[in-house]
């Protein structure tokens, strides 16, 4: 597999360093504690009322962008 390196402050390092479990790697950390998520996990979360007050939240916030306001 391909690997990175990445530049860590070494406050950064230590705190990574601490959430290290044994025989565990700084990948291994790191993808435990951000895992992959797709949108869809989160299908069903909103009920169908709050889904469209959201909606229009979001048409009202970029119409407002979109004239300036």
Do not use: H, Q, W
Request: glycine share 4%; with cysteine; net charge positive.
């Amino acid at each position: 597999m391909p690997t990175k390196n990445i530049s860590l402050s070494e406050d950064a390092y230590k705190r990574l360093k601490n959430m290290k479990r044994e025989n565990e790697s700084f990948s291994d950390v790191i993808r435990r504690l951000c895992p992959a998520i797709k949108l869809s996990d989160f299908y069903g979360v909103l009920s169908p009322e709050s889904a469209r007050r959201l909606e229009r939240t979001i048409y009202r916030t970029l119409e407002g962008r979109a004239s300036g306001r």
